[in-house]
């Protein structure tokens, strides 16, 4: 209750001269602040790992056994990279991807800026802030007549494996009683 001469009443009869909603005033903005920020580190968090999972699940699928050249390899990851991240990122902008496919590799770069609150103020006054992510993953390609050796190599001693143990093996004794 109020009483007219600035003085704050309280319903069991005590006074109270508003130190709480002072204290809350300042405080308040400070904990909202800290809460949003928590968050958005949190989608960046989220991004950063789907835009590193997806780079080099993109350069694996231009690596496949089936891909004939290297027209082929980019034309498959570079179409990976972008559905890979298709709508999944919170915090970014600025986005925008590469592909490089050389004789030994495929390469998938990322690059975009974070979006996070109050960042662009703090870039000002503190130096070495970088806002911009860079991920970049490679695989190697493979070469059909390699794997295909591989695999006969494979092949060959998994039949050596399996003549060894084609011995009988020992029957147990079953108990009779």
């Known amino acids: 209750m109020y009483d007219g001469g600035g003085v704050v009443w309280r319903i069991m009869g005590k006074r109270e001269n508003g130190y709480f909603t002072v204290e809350a005033a300042l405080i ?7 809460t949003v920020m928590m968050i ?12 590193e999972q997806s780079a080099y699940e993109a350069a694996l699928r231009g690596t496949g056994n089936h891909i004939k050249n290297a027209q082929e390899a980019y034309e498959q990851a570079y179409e990976a990279a972008g559905r890979l991240v298709e709508e999944k990122l919170f915090a970014m902008h600025d986005f925008e991807y590469e592909v490089w496919v ?16 109050l960042m662009g103020w703090l870039c000002e006054y503190v130096s070495g802030i970088d806002l911009a992510l860079d991920v970049s993953s490679d695989a190697r390609r ?16 998994i039949n050596e494996i399996n003549k060894e143990n084609k011995e009988p093996a020992a029957k147990p004794k079953i108990a009779e009683g």
């Open 28 to 34: 308040f903005p400070m904990v909202l602040l800290f």
């Open 40 to 51: 958005f580190l949190a989608f960046y968090s989220y991004d950063r790992c789907v835009l």
């Open 102 to 117: 050389s004789a030994e590799f495929v390469t998938v770069r990322y690059q975009c800026v974070v979006n996070m609150p």
């Open 142 to 157: 493979c070469r059909q007549t390699r794997t295909i050796r591989g695999c006969r190599v494979v092949n060959h001693l």
